[in-house]
C-alpha cells in the first residue's frame, strides 16, 4: 500500500503540473486545445524528468529541500502580508458561518465536496506514506 501511494502522489503532481501548463497555454490561446497524446507526451517528460532527477541528482537533493523550505517560508510571508494589507475585512460570523455556492450545484453540500477533490488527491499518496499503508 505504500508503493500504491507513493505511486498515487507522483501521479497526481505529474497530472497537477500537466494541466497548469495546458491552463498557462489556454490563457495566452484560447482557441488551442491539448490533444489526449500531447497530454501523455508532457506527463511522460515530466515522470522522466522526475526518475532522472531522483536517480543521478541524489546528491544534491538536501540541498535543494533546504532552499525549497527557505523560499516557500519567504514566500509564504510574503504572500500572508499581500492578503492581509489588501483583502476586505469580513466579519467572523461572515467567515465561518456564511457558505458560498459559485458553481451552480444543486446545494453547499455537493459544491464543498466537488471542490474538495482536487485537493484531497494530491495528499492521498503523502498521507498512506506517512501512515505507513
Not at 482557441?31 to 532522472?52: D, K
Not at 465561518?96 to 458553481?103: E, I, L, P
Request: glycine share 8%; aromatic share 12%; charged share 5%.
Amino acid at each position: 500500500m505504500s508503493t500504491l501511494g507513493w505511486l498515487a502522489s507522483n501521479a497526481s503532481s505529474v497530472f497537477v503540473v500537466t494541466t497548469m501548463i495546458e491552463v498557462a497555454i489556454n490563457i495566452t490561446n484560447p482557441s488551442f486545445a491539448f490533444p489526449n497524446w500531447q497530454y501523455t507526451l508532457i506527463m511522460l517528460a515530466f515522470v522522466t524528468v522526475t526518475i532522472l532527477f531522483n536517480t543521478w541528482g541524489a546528491t544534491v537533493l538536501p540541498a535543494l529541500e533546504i532552499a525549497s523550505l527557505g523560499l516557500h517560508t519567504i514566500g509564504w510571508f510574503i504572500f500572508i502580508i499581500a492578503l492581509w494589507v489588501t483583502c476586505p475585512r469580513n466579519s467572523a460570523h461572515d467567515v465561518f458561518t456564511v457558505f458560498t455556492n459559485g458553481g451552480g450545484w444543486s446545494d453547499i453540500g455537493t459544491a464543498c465536496l466537488i471542490s474538495q477533490v482536487s485537493v484531497i488527491y494530491c495528499n492521498l499518496g503523502m498521507s498512506m506514506n506517512l501512515l505507513g499503508i
